[in-house]
């Protein structure tokens, strides 16, 4: 069983940064996958990056460029910066973590990004 925590959401204006965390109840270290995925109001949740227990890591179109995904094992944390932010970021952020042959899920962080 592995429970996630989510915070750092907030209301920032376009062009803005925030930095997402997720709180592992367990060490991450060996966690095969994480990711941060969202979910914007009437479309349906989608991928924003994951990160491998390798390290490499995946980030939707998007996203690139602008948005950063990292771990740090020591504290059990995964984290997602956030620059450049649009509006069309917009969303509530999920913590995602596979440990076959479960998912598990946060409850998720609110992000608004408006002027």
């Known amino acids: 069983q592995v429970q996630l925590v989510e915070s750092g959401g907030g209301l920032v204006q376009p062009g803005g940064s925030l930095r997402l965390s997720c709180a592992a109840s367990k060490n991450i270290f060996s966690i095969y996958v994480m990711g941060w995925y969202r979910q914007a109001p009437g479309k349906q949740r989608e991928l924003v990056a994951t990160?491998?227990?390798?390290?490499?890591?995946n980030y939707a179109d998007s996203v690139k460029g602008r948005f950063t995904i990292g771990k740090d094992s020591t504290k059990n944390t995964l984290y997602l910066q956030m620059n450049s932010l649009k509006p069309e970021d917009t969303a509530v952020y999920y913590c995602?973590?596979?440990?076959?042959?479960?998912?598990?899920w946060g409850q998720g962080t609110q992000v608004t990004v408006s002027s």
């Open positions: 990160i491998i227990s390798g390290g490499s890591t």
């Open positions: 995602k973590a596979d440990v076959p042959p479960r998912t598990y």
